[in-house]
């Protein structure tokens, strides 16, 4: 995914005091999974990104939620999924890249979808695969990074495609795997990062 950054273990337990099982950094905040699913945040929450249900940031850890399985951070917003394959998200939403319908900011984790077994947050888009292999994907779409077949921003989400065994969501492009091992790509090429052999964006996958 397109975490931003990342931390060391050891730092992670100086600050958490626990094991880390998974750790992400957004643009400028954190956040940390333990062993028994208990899900933390620290550092930058202008947005609501820590999802504590306020605006203040953050210099030591704030217990977010329990039971969460995984968690993935954009540059302002941050996506879980709990034990129940429930997807949540909280934080900055200008492109509906939360995808609760609105573009308005959440300081508060708000229910996405359910049954989802993986997410992966790009800079303001995000892209998700459910338990029935159906990638879908919300928010910044201005180069065709959720590769649906246009360039406009959505505010909730939209099937992508089937069969997909997982992905990985970039900065504004974004890159897939299919069951039957073939990779496919879509959004910004500008620096030929679809990997296509050509600087040309691409609003529908490769």
């Known amino acids: 995914s397109n975490d931003f950054g990342s931390f060391s273990q050891q730092f992670a337990l100086n600050i958490f005091g626990a094991t880390p099982v998974q ?5 400028g905040h954190a956040l940390f999974l333990d062993a028994m699913g208990f899900l933390y945040g620290v550092g ?4 609501g990104q820590l999802g504590d249900g306020t605006t203040t940031d953050r210099n030591s850890s704030v217990l977010i939620d ?18 129940d394959g429930t997807l949540w998200a909280t934080g900055r939403n200008n492109y509906g890249q939360l ?5 308005t900011d959440r300081k508060s984790p708000v229910l996405i979808d359910t ?17 029935d292999k159906t990638l879908l994907g919300m928010g910044r779409n201005n180069y065709g990074q959720l590769g649906n077949g246009n360039i406009i921003d959505l505010n909730s989400s939209t099937l992508i495609s ?6 990985s969501a970039g900065g504004n492009h974004t890159i897939y795997l299919k069951e039957d091992q ?3 790509v879509t959004g910004r090429n500008d620096k030929g990062q679809l990997g296509n052999g050509t600087l040309i964006d691409r609003n529908t996958s490769v």
């Open 23 to 27: 750790l992400v950094a957004g643009d």
């Open 44 to 47: 930058n929450n202008q947005y």
């Open 66 to 83: 329990s039971a969460v399985s995984s968690v993935s951070a954009g540059a302002s917003q941050m996506f879980y999924i709990k034990s």
């Open 99 to 103: 995808g609760d319908g609105t573009v």
């Open 115 to 131: 049954n989802v077994n993986f997410v992966s947050a790009g800079e303001s888009h995000v892209m998700y695969i459910k338990t």
């Open 162 to 167: 089937t069969d997909v065994s997982t992905v």
């Open 182 to 184: 073939t990779l496919w």
